[in-house]
C-alpha cells in the first residue's frame, strides 16, 4: 500500500496512522486553537457591526459602557464553557481512536457526526448572545434592538459554518479510522450537494440578510438613519459578505476538492502501472464513495493483475495476453511454426543416485536455462514433461523468422546447460512445420498446445540428438528456411526415417 497517498489532504491534521497520543493532543490543540479564534474573531466584526448599522451613530455612550463589560466576560464565559465542554465531548466520543481501539457501529456514526456537533454547539452558544446583547439594546438603547440581533445572529452563523469547516478538516485522521473498512460507506452524514447548500446559505445568504435588515431600518427609521450612516452600512455588511463568504465558499470547495484530488493522484499511479495505491475514505459524501469505489478498483485491478502474472507464468504471457484480450474458445488453426524440444540423457539413473532435493535443484536450474533463453528469442514454453520441455516458435505470437529464432535458442541452451548443468546431458530437436495451435480439452478446462508432424519429428529427433555430435539435432528445413546469419552456424548430417514417416528426413548438426 502507498503510504504516500495516505497523506493526500491531511498535512496539517496529520496522517490517520500517526500515534494515538500523538492524535490526541493534535486534535485537542487544533480544536481549542479552532473554537477561540472563531469566537473572538466573530465578537469582533459584531462589535465593529454595531457601530456602522445601530441608527443614531453607533451604541450610545450607556450601551457603549454595557458592550465594554458584557462581550468581553461573554466572550471568555463562551470560550471557556463552550472550549471545555465541546472539547471534553469530542474527544470522550472519541476515545476509541485516542486509544487506537476499533469502533463499533455507533461509535463510527458519531465520529462522523461530531463536526455537525460541535456545530450546533457553537451556534447554541451565539444564539444565546444574540437574546442577551438584544435584550441589553432593547433596554438601553431601543434603537439598536434589531440591529444589535441581526449582526449577533449573522456573525454566528458565519462563524459557526466555518467552525464546521474546520473542524472536519481537523477530524479527518479519525474519519478515516471510522471509515476503514466499510466498503459500501452506508452511513452518509450529509451529501455534497446538501452540504453545499447548507454552506451557501450560512455564509452567504445570512450576510445578505443583514443587507435587508439594514434596509429595513433604514426605511422605518429615516429620521435617524443618514445616508452616509447606510451606506457604512451597507459596505460593512457588503465587506462580512465577500470575506467571510469568500472564506466558507474556499473552505467548502477545499472539502470537496481534497478527496478528488486524492483520487486523481491515486488514478495517475494506477495508469503507470501501479495497483497497489489505495485511498484513505475519510470522507461520509458521496465522496467517501467515490474513495470506497477507487479502492475495490484498484484491488481488482492488482488481483487481476496477479492472476494474470499467475496464468502467464503457466501457460507463457503471450498465451496468457491472448486470452485475456480476446474470447478463449476450443478449436485451433493451421500455422507454420518451429518446435524445440528438449530432454535429459539417463534422467532414471541420475534420479536414483541422489537424494530428491539434490534431483529438484537440478531440474529448477535446467528448466530456468530453458525459459530464459526461449523467452529471449521469442519463443514460447509450451509444456514441462517430467524432465523435457516442449517450445514453440511463431504461435500464439507472430515471429517473422521462427525458425531462426528456434535453431538460436538451441544453441545458446546447448552452450548454457555445459557450463551451468554440467552434471547432466540434454538431446536437443528442432523441426519446422505445419502444425495445428490452439486450445484443446474441454470447455471448462482447456490448454494451449500444437498438434502436427513438426511435434511428433521434434520428439524424433530429440531422441536422436542424444548420440548425436553435441547433442543437438535438427531438420534441414528448419536450417534452409532461417534467415540472417544462422544457417552459417549448421551443416548437413545426412537423412533418417523416422519414426512413422516413410520419407527419409533431412538432419543437419551444429557447425
Not at 529471449?376 to 520441455?389: E, P, Y
Not at 517450445?391 to 557450463?419: K, N, Q, V, Y
Request: neutral net charge; proline residues 5%; glycine residues 8%.
Amino acid at each position: 500500500m502507498r503510504a504516500v497517498l495516505r497523506r493526500v489532504g491531511l498535512r496539517v491534521p496529520g496522517s490517520d496512522e500517526q500515534d494515538p497520543r500523538a492524535l490526541r493532543v493534535r486534535v485537542q490543540t487544533l480544536l481549542t486553537v479552532l473554537l477561540v479564534g472563531t469566537n473572538v474573531i466573530g465578537a469582533i466584526v459584531v462589535v465593529a457591526m454595531n457601530y456602522v448599522i445601530i441608527p443614531g451613530g453607533g451604541p450610545s455612550p450607556d450601551f457603549l459602557r454595557a458592550l465594554v463589560i458584557a462581550v468581553p466576560v461573554y466572550v471568555v464565559a463562551a470560550v471557556i464553557v463552550g472550549t471545555l465542554f465541546i472539547t471534553r465531548l469530542t474527544l470522550r466520543e472519541l476515545a476509541w481512536a485516542m486509544n487506537d481501539q476499533p469502533p463499533t457501529q455507533r461509535q463510527r456514526i458519531t465520529a462522523l457526526k461530531v463536526p455537525w456537533r460541535i456545530t450546533v454547539a457553537q451556534l447554541v452558544l451565539w444564539l444565546i448572545a444574540a437574546v442577551i446583547f438584544t435584550a441589553l439594546a432593547r433596554s438601553i438603547q431601543p434603537a439598536g434592538t434589531v440591529p444589535t440581533f441581526a449582526s449577533v445572529t449573522i456573525a454566528g452563523i458565519v462563524v459557526s459554518a466555518i467552525a464546521y469547516l474546520f473542524a472536519e478538516y481537523v477530524l479527518r485522521p479519525i474519519a478515516a479510522r471510522a471509515l476503514a473498512d466499510q466498503r459500501d460507506n452506508p452511513f452518509q452524514v450529509a451529501g455534497v450537494r446538501r452540504r453545499m447548500l447548507v454552506f451557501w446559505l450560512l455564509g452567504t445568504a445570512a450576510p445578505v440578510l443583514g443587507l435587508i435588515v439594514a434596509c429595513f431600518v433604514a426605511l422605518t427609521r429615516p429620521e435617524e438613519v443618514t445616508l452616509a450612516r447606510f451606506a457604512y452600512a451597507i459596505l460593512s455588511l457588503a465587506a462580512v459578505l465577500i470575506v467571510f463568504g469568500l472564506l466558507v465558499t474556499y473552505l467548502n470547495a477545499q472539502a470537496v476538492v481534497t478527496p478528488i484530488s486524492a483520487v486523481r493522484a491515486a488514478l495517475a499511479t494506477v495508469r503507470d502501472g501501479t495497483f497497489d495505491s489505495r485511498i484513505v475514505v475519510n470522507d461520509a459524501t458521496e465522496l467517501g464513495l467515490l474513495q470506497v469505489g477507487f479502492n475495490d478498483m484498484a484491488a481488482g485491478l492488482e488481483e487481476r493483475e496477479r492472476i494474470r502474472d499467475l496464468f502467464g507464468r503457466h501457460v507463457g504471457e503471450s498465451v496468457a495476453r491472448a486470452a485475456t484480450d480476446n474470447e478463449a474458445v476450443l478449436g485451433g488453426e493451421t500455422r507454420d511454426v518451429s518446435v524445440l524440444m528438449i530432454d535429459i540423457i539417463g534422467s532414471t539413473a541420475f534420479a536414483t543416485d541422489r537424494p530428491p532435493a539434490e534431483v529438484v535443484d537440478m531440474l529448477n536450474r535446467f528448466f530456468a536455462v530453458i525459459v530464459e533463453e526461449v523467452d529471449r528469442h521469442g519463443g514460447l514454453v509450451n509444456k514441462f514433461m517430467g524432465d523435457a520441455v516442449l517450445a514453440i516458435f511463431g504461435t500464439p505470437a507472430h515471429l517473422d523468422d521462427h525458425p531462426g529464432a528456434a535453431l538460436a535458442a538451441a544453441r545458446s541452451i546447448a552452450d548454457r546447460l555445459g557450463e551451468e548443468v554440467p552434471e547432466v546431458g540434454a538431446g536437443i530437436g528442432v523441426s519446422t512445420g505445419e502444425a495445428v495451435a490452439g486450445n484443446v480439452g474441454a470447455r471448462s478446462r482447456f490448454e494451449f498446445t500444437v498438434i502436427g508432424d513438426a511435434v511428433n519429428a521434434a520428439a524424433r529427433l530429440t531422441e536422436l540428438a542424444k548420440d548425436a555430435p553435441g547433442h543437438v539435432l535438427v531438420s534441414r528445413r528448419s536450417v534452409d528456411e532461417a534467415m540472417s546469419d544462422e544457417p552459417g552456424h549448421w551443416t548437413d548430417h545426412g537423412s533418417e526415417v523416422l519414426r512413422g514417416r516413410h520419407e527419409p528426413t533431412e538432419l543437419s548438426i551444429r557447425a
